[in-house]
């Protein structure tokens, strides 16, 4: 009975030994059970894991990954992490709005223009446009250009030309024309429609019309008579100028030379001053033409001349007819004439 104790003594380390492995394979079956596995989606790639964490937030803390402000995560930060779980997060990239000649930065987690703009709350009216489209795909950095259309009806007032009617009168004198009705412009109203794209026109349609008053067309007669009768007959002219006429002779008071001058009695052609020559503007008249001068208040008329001699005085429609006698000058005094110009 006395080696009793001590058969006890030695089987109690051994006890105590099998305790504690027990108690650590217990821990470790209980620790490894409770590891999960979880893939990770992010931007950068896939991230496959190993962890124990009881929540997804718990998981990001001990991963090191932080969620930028806005960015999306398929899974809610308190959900409990479970074997085989497939968590995606995508952090908001940086993209840039042009409107309105003004750059904005913007972040969104999604790619395609349509999710930026929303997720920016900017709204686009019915008939804008951006570039790229909605439905494209852009790559972070990416400008975004939005085009604003606008239509607008404007009316104007639009000046319609009045007709010139030319009728032909053979009692008038060629060359000379008269007014029978004054034209008068007629006034119509335009309506537009403009469309504008940021603020530009793009293009413009007009989409009614209203005449306010009609035009009043002018009434021109023009003269085609040609010939007139003489004591010669029938004689053709090109032209016919009424003009003041006035008379002239040898006189000193006429010229301002005396006989025996140098140039006495000589026109500025180099003629001989004599019944049919007169002075004239060569501007209006050129020298050496050949004119029939007629009378307007039921004297005689002047008859058949040529155009040889200058006058200081004689100036536009002015002509200076010349006579032999001072006489016939003084009763000539001054008084108005039709000039015809003579076919050659």
């Not at 309506?191 to 005449?211: A, M, P, R, Y």
């Not at 004239?280 to 155009?307: C, E, H, M, N, W």
Request: glycine content about 8%; hydrophobic content about 35%; aromatic content about 6%.
């Amino acid at each position: 009975m006395e080696n009793h104790p001590s058969h006890l003594t030695r089987k109690i380390p051994v006890i105590i030994f099998l305790a504690i492995a027990l108690t650590v394979s217990l821990g470790l079956y209980f620790y490894q059970g409770s590891l999960s596995k979880v893939t990770i989606k992010l931007d950068s790639g896939v991230k496959s894991i190993t962890s124990n964490a009881d929540t997804l937030e718990e998981l990001l803390l001990k991963e090191n990954i932080i969620l930028e402000e806005g960015a999306y995560i398929s899974h809610p930060l308190d959900s409990k992490i479970e074997d085989n779980m497939i968590i995606t997060i995508k952090n908001p990239k940086l993209y840039t709005i042009a409107a309105d000649g003004v750059l904005v930065d913007v972040k969104s987690t999604h790619n395609t223009v349509g999710k930026i703009l929303a997720d920016n709350s900017i709204s686009l009216g019915e008939r804008d446009f951006t570039k790229p489209g909605l439905e494209e795909a852009v790559s972070p950095g990416s400008t975004i250009e939005i085009y604003k259309v606008e239509e607008v009806i404007e009316t104007f007032d639009e000046v319609i030309p009045f007709e010139k009617i030319v009728n032909k009168n053979p009692k008038m004198d060629i060359g000379t024309t008269k007014t029978i009705q004054e034209g008068k412009e007629g006034l119509k109203k335009v309506i537009v429609k403009k469309e504008l794209i940021n603020g530009k026109v793009h293009s413009t349609e007009i989409v009614g019309e209203e005449i306010v008053a009609e035009p009043v067309s002018e009434i021109v007669e023009r003269g085609t008579k040609d010939i007139i009768v003489t004591s010669r007959g029938n004689v053709s002219y090109r032209k016919a100028i009424i003009m003041t006429a006035t008379a002239y002779d040898l006189s000193f008071e006429s010229t301002g030379k005396r006989p025996g001058d140098k140039y006495y009695g000589i026109t500025a052609s180099g003629t001989k001053a004599r019944p049919g020559v007169v002075a004239v503007d060569p501007r209006v008249i050129p020298l050496g033409t050949k004119l029939y001068i007629q009378s307007l208040d039921g004297t005689k008329d002047y008859g058949f001349a040529i155009a040889e001699d200058t006058g200081g005085a004689i100036k536009g429609n002015k002509i200076d007819l010349f006579f032999e006698d001072s006489q016939d000058v003084y009763r000539f005094g001054r008084r108005k004439v039709k000039v015809y110009i003579l076919n050659d």
